[in-house]
């Protein structure tokens, strides 16, 4: 059976992760994704180290990134030079071909190599072109460049990362910004899909990273706007529930999160674990239990430090209670219930070799997801794009590669 988007072309301009993850879930969804990359300016995240985990494999460093591997999977690489006349040109005609245009550089870019989508539309009105920028290609900010931590701060979500009288902890280690804007970001390209069946017409999406990590703050927007109380940073406590969050295992650094929704499950989570917790008058009801959070996360902690972690959490989850295990990078790779879902699918790298990457998360049964191939190594499939998209021949081809337009 075909996935969803069989027959689908798309030109990939994305840079590190956010544009990159929406390409590399297109290329899950059945399309065909040509990056355009350059040996002259390589993508970031072909330089961001080779992998600690693992057998360590010797190649071009470039090739050698496991963070690469992941975002690019499923894409050929088309190696050409933007700034060489030649190079523009038939990266022109590439795009002439395609369905999608993807890009998060920085605004103007690729309208001064010719790449507007006023001038692309023009030859190819069915064109969608989608542009991630910080803030948006208009506007007093528009000429900003920004990473996923600036992006999160200027949101306004970094603020609401750490402890309560204590300083802001913020996201540093983990750039939630970049998929965050890439789920926000496929949701409207394949809208736009769907409308241009209707249609016949393409379309261009302007999107803001920024605004979309204000579309994940609703609550605390609306605590500041409505109720004019500054939500703060208060650790994973929640405003209406306790508890709610994390408690340390027997064991070092182990840890599960609880959550009670209500009188009932409180009642339940406190027999499973601890006889004394669950005769405590002092927590019996939802307010008392809000009233003297600090007591109810320090006797909870003090029951939970006692039981292996796993054991615990099965014994939560029998008894019907919010419960679930937190998982470092490599456990979450073992986490059964991922990979009985498929979520992991092995490739074979023509330099590093046999390794696993993500999908996207979706099962579809009648259209469905799949990694189609590993990363490509940078311009790998110039000589097929060129030969089978573009229609060039091998003389034209040594010709471009002599003068650096194609490299």
Same mark, same amino acid.
């Given at each position: =059976?075909?996935?969803?988007? &069989?027959?689908?072309?798309?030109?990939?301009?994305?840079?590190?992760?956010?544009?990159?993850?929406?390409?590399?879930?297109?290329?899950?969804? /059945?399309?065909?994704?040509?990056?355009?990359?350059? +040996?002259? #300016?390589?993508?970031?995240?072909?330089?961001?180290?080779?992998?600690?985990?693992?057998?360590?494999?010797?190649?071009? $460093?470039?090739?050698? *990134?496991?963070?690469?591997?992941?975002?690019?999977?499923?894409?050929?690489?088309?190696?050409? &030079?933007?700034?060489?006349?030649?190079?523009? !040109?038939?990266?022109?005609?590439?795009?002439? *071909?395609?369905?999608?245009?993807? @890009?998060?550089?920085s605004p103007g870019v690729l309208a001064r190599g010719g790449l507007a989508y006023e001038d692309l539309?023009?030859?190819?009105?069915?064109?969608?072109?989608?542009?991630?920028?910080?803030? /948006?290609?208009?506007?007093?900010?528009?000429?900003?460049?920004?990473? !996923?931590?600036? =992006?999160?701060?200027?949101?306004?979500?970094?603020?609401?990362?750490?402890?309560?009288?204590?300083?802001?902890?913020?996201?540093? %280690?983990?750039?939630?910004?970049?998929?965050?804007?890439?789920?926000?970001?496929?949701?409207?390209? =394949?809208?736009?899909?769907?409308?241009?069946?209707? %249609?016949?017409?393409?379309?261009?999406?302007?999107?803001?990273?920024?605004?979309? =990590? /204000?579309?994940?703050?609703?609550?605390?927007?609306?605590?500041?706007?409505?109720?004019?109380?500054?939500?703060?940073?208060?650790?994973?406590?929640? $405003?209406?529930?306790?508890?709610?969050?994390?408690?340390?295992?027997?064991?070092?650094?182990?840890?599960?999160?609880?959550?009670?929704?209500? &009188?009932?499950?409180?009642?339940?989570?406190?027999?499973?674990?601890?006889?004394?917790?669950?005769?405590?008058?002092?927590? +019996?009801?939802?307010?008392?239990?809000?009233?003297?959070?600090?007591?109810? &996360?320090?006797?909870?902690?003090?029951? *939970?430090?006692?039981?292996?972690?796993?054991?615990?959490?099965?014994?939560?989850?029998?008894?019907?209670?919010?419960?679930?295990?937190?998982?470092?990078?490599?456990?979450?790779?073992?986490? @059964?219930?991922?990979?009985?879902? /498929?979520?992991?699918?092995?490739?074979?790298?023509?330099?590093?070799?046999?390794?696993?990457?993500?999908?996207?998360?979706?099962?579809?049964?009648?259209?469905?997801?799949?990694?189609?191939?590993?990363? $490509?190594?940078?311009?790998?499939?110039?000589?097929?794009?060129? %030969?089978?998209?573009?229609?060039?021949?091998?003389?034209?081809?040594?010709?471009?590669?002599?003068?650096?337009?194609? #490299?």
């Amino acid at each position: =059976m075909k996935p969803v988007l &069989d027959g689908i072309r798309v030109i990939d301009f994305g840079w590190v992760w956010s544009a990159p993850m929406v390409s590399s879930s297109l290329s899950d969804l /059945g399309a065909e994704v040509i990056k355009v990359e350059h +040996r002259g #300016r390589l993508d970031n995240s072909r330089l961001r180290g080779t992998p600690t985990v693992g057998p360590q494999v010797d190649g071009p $460093p470039e090739e050698l *990134t496991p963070y690469s591997h992941q975002t690019n999977h499923g894409k050929l690489s088309f190696s050409a &030079d933007i700034k060489h006349p030649d190079g523009r !040109a038939l990266i022109r005609r590439l795009v002439d *071909t395609a369905d999608v245009l993807v @890009e998060n550089l920085s605004p103007g870019v690729l309208a001064r190599g010719g790449l507007a989508y006023e001038d692309l539309s023009e030859s190819n009105p069915g064109l969608i072109m989608l542009s991630m920028s910080a803030v /948006g290609q208009d506007g007093p900010l528009s000429g900003m460049r920004a990473y !996923a931590p600036v =992006m999160t701060s200027l949101s306004g979500a970094e603020s609401l990362v750490g402890y309560d009288d204590e300083p802001v902890v913020g996201m540093i %280690t983990f750039g939630f910004g970049d998929p965050n804007a890439a789920s926000h970001a496929l949701v409207a390209l =394949m809208a736009a899909l769907v409308q241009r069946e209707r %249609t016949g017409r393409g379309q261009y999406i302007d999107m803001s990273q920024i605004e979309a =990590m /204000g579309g994940v703050l609703g609550e605390a927007i609306a605590e500041l706007q409505v109720a004019g109380r500054d939500p703060g940073a208060r650790g994973m406590r929640h $405003p209406a529930l306790a508890p709610h969050g994390n408690y340390p295992c027997a064991g070092e650094d182990r840890w599960i999160a609880l959550a009670a929704a209500d &009188d009932e499950e409180w009642a339940r989570l406190a027999g499973a674990l601890d006889a004394d917790l669950a005769g405590d008058a002092r927590f +019996r009801h939802a307010e008392g239990r809000l009233r003297d959070r600090d007591a109810l &996360d320090a006797a909870i902690a003090a029951a *939970t430090v006692e039981h292996d972690r796993d054991e615990l959490m099965a014994r939560l989850r029998a008894a019907r209670v919010s419960a679930a295990p937190l998982l470092g990078l490599e456990e979450s790779l073992e986490d @059964e219930h991922l990979r009985a879902r /498929g979520m992991f699918e092995t490739v074979d790298h023509p330099v590093v070799g046999e390794h696993e990457v993500t999908r996207v998360a979706w099962r579809m049964s009648g259209t469905p997801a799949q990694v189609r191939s590993p990363a $490509p190594t940078v311009g790998q499939h110039t000589h097929d794009v060129a %030969t089978r998209v573009l229609g060039l021949s091998p003389e034209e081809i040594e010709r471009h590669e002599a003068s650096g337009a194609l #490299r």
